[in-house]
């Protein structure tokens, strides 16, 4: 006794408190996602989960029956249970069930003399207040996989049900989210039972972040859009800010939180609009006639061709025996390069095209963005496309064709966008020139370090300010001179009047045949043959502050389906930036609205 007792107290001390306590790790409440002006667009809420830990129970397949008279498990439940606790520690407590009632969680506490293992916890779950509204932004959390464990070693995703991010902002920025894990030292029983704990340490919250969208104008524009398969993007010019990022239809994030049932994933998936893809950042569309603004641009800035310079349009323009038409039949006279982006002349870009070259428009593309992803900070965007010699050869194992410097020239043929890519060159082009990189959130996050973004120090694009003036001048004149072909979109309040360009983007060959009887209009075509509806602007015209692109995927006419939603968005977007509680970021002089 004294050997035991004395001598060996310290072990055997040691050996009784490891059977009496024991070390849980406590999950850190997850960062929320706030709007620019404070509106939570990503919280957490209560939930309560039953769990279950292995070692704990002599006999699994009894336990289930028995805790299934009380909650549902199925079939698919029990599969999942077992994988889970053939893949994780026995000691490592296994999610059963999660949001249980209160009912139910009373009865599994009064039934737990039967349940051994299975123990309730109080949790956390993440809930998106405003469904689908951002959702493609926000993205959603979900489960850990077997990936996300061999690219991690931190010990919170061995937790039950432990949430990561899985797309958009959640996945981004998803370790800053996250936070650090705590420890809960308990005191149990012999059978595992928690008597009381003995200390806490909570760990560190994740971090909260602050997005630039503004949740009222992401609304307005969402509700403009409608049930349309359709984008669009506002940014502040000076500062980067994304205000608005809309991608329609949209989804609930929430049902990826609590998992899909096969009949939800089935609807998503089949949807011929395509709802899990961000429009906006992922959709590639051939820019049409807004990227005439490249082109006349790249015909200035190489000196080849001035603002002075005339073409007489008669309706079509022939290259060899190839004939390429102008969309208004007839054509329009003659026209100067103000005149040709006020009227959008397909033939007098053909023969600026023809003129200057595609390698010189595709350069100053380039030098506006356009072909790579512009490095917005979720995952998911795409490139789009700037063609040039070297690209076809190298792709298509093919040569160049004259013919396709005209087309591409006033943005179809190879020539593909996003719309955030489309605003961001219309941001540039307001500005007076100057690099704009796009992004969501108001702070400036490193892994789990987060300062104050600073203000931004944009490159110059080396432009002249001549060459923008005559851009600005020819898209005063499309929306704000009538004639023009966004003249009917116009803001009529000159206070907050925009700049703009149409594009209608075709996706269909038109025949000889059709040309000679009469093209057919989009009403009388099916939805996936009917030109992409695209149009850009900046507002207001005599400051710029704000740029605008939209896209609504066979829409038809750009100036008819995409100008009057570009014209509310941009109204409303000026009304907010005057309201008092709206913060939409610094004026160019320093001061903020």
């Known amino acids: 006794m004294y050997y035991l007792q004395v ?3 310290r072990k055997y001390a040691v050996l009784a408190d490891e059977n009496r306590i024991s070390l849980r790790l406590l999950p850190p409440p997850r960062g929320r996602i706030l709007d620019r002006n404070g509106i939570p667009m990503a919280v957490n809420q209560q939930n309560y989960r039953a769990l279950l830990i292995s070692e704990q129970t002599d006999d699994l397949d009894d336990t289930l029956d028995t805790l299934s008279n009380i ?87 061995q937790l039950p049900d432990f949430r990561v991010g899985k797309a958009g902002i959640e996945k981004t920025y998803d370790l800053a989210l996250r936070g650090k894990g ?20 909570d760990g560190e919250p994740g971090l909260d972040l602050q997005l630039t969208l503004d949740v009222k104008l992401q609304q307005y524009a969402s509700e403009r859009l409608g049930d349309q398969s359709a984008s669009a993007a506002v940014l502040d010019i000076h500062t980067g800010d994304v205000l608005v990022l809309v991608s329609t239809p949209s989804f609930d994030p929430n049902a990826f939180n609590r998992g899909l049932t096969p009949d939800e994933w089935k609807e998503l998936n089949g949807n011929a609009y395509i709802p899990l893809t961000d429009k906006a950042i992922a959709g590639q569309y051939p820019p049409g006639s807004t990227f005439k603004l490249m082109t006349a641009l790249a015909a200035q800035e190489s000196g080849i061709l001035g603002p002075e310079f005339q073409v007489f349009c008669p309706g079509q323009l022939s290259l060899g025996s190839a004939v390429f038409h102008c969309w208004r039949h007839g054509g329009h006279g003659t026209l ?4 040709g982006l006020k009227n959008s002349c397909d033939v007098y870009f053909y023969e600026v095209a023809r003129r200057v070259g595609f390698e010189r428009i595709a350069e100053m593309a380039r030098r506006f963005g356009l072909g790579s992803p512009t490095g917005l900070d979720i995952p998911g965007e795409r490139g789009g496309l700037i063609p040039d010699r070297a690209w076809k050869e190298a792709t298509l194992r093919q040569p160049w064709h004259p013919g396709e410097t005209l087309i591409n020239g006033i943005g179809q043929g190879f020539v593909t966008a996003t719309p955030l890519q489309l605003a961001m060159m219309t941001a540039q082009v307001a500005n007076g020139g100057f690099a704009v990189r796009p992004h969501l959130t108001r702070q400036f996050v490193d892994g789990v370090k987060v300062r104050n973004r600073p203000a931004p120090d944009w490159p110059d694009l080396g432009l002249s300010r001549q060459s923008l003036a005559v851009v600005h001048r ?49 009403e009388a075509l099916p939805w996936k043959e009917r030109d992409h509806a695209l149009f850009v602007a900046f507002a207001p015209v005599d400051a710029p502050r704000y740029a605008i692109a939209v896209c609504v995927e066979h829409g038809g006419g750009g100036a008819g389906v995409a100008g009057p939603v570009c014209r509310d968005v941009l109204i409303e977007v000026q009304k907010r930036a005057a309201e008092p509680q709206a913060d939409l970021g610094p004026k160019p002089d320093g001061t903020r609205t």
């Open 7 to 9: 001598i060996e107290a």
């Open 71 to 157: 909650i549902p498990i199925g079939d698919r439940d029990r599969s999942r249970i077992r994988r889970e606790i053939e893949r994780l520690p026995s000691f490592v407590p296994v999610l059963v069930r999660e949001n249980l009632a209160w009912e139910d969680v009373s009865r599994i506490e009064i039934n737990s003399p039967d349940l051994p293992g299975v123990m309730i916890d109080v949790g956390e779950t993440r809930e998106y207040p405003l469904q689908k509204l951002g959702s493609h932004v926000l993205g959603y959390v979900s489960g850990v996989s077997e990936a996300d464990l061999q690219q991690s070693t931190d010990p919170l995703l």
């Open 182 to 201: 705590g420890t809960s030292q308990v005191e149990v029983n012999s059978v595992g039972r928690v008597i009381r704990e003995l200390h806490r340490d």
């Open 336 to 339: 100067d390069m103000v005149g």
């Open 474 to 522: 020819g898209m005063n004149a499309v929306t704000n001179e009538p004639g023009g072909t966004g003249y009917s979109a116009r803001i009529q309040d000159p206070t907050m009047a925009m700049a703009g360009k149409s594009g209608s983007a075709q996706v269909r060959r038109i025949s000889v045949h059709e040309r000679e009887s009469g093209v057919k209009k989009n």
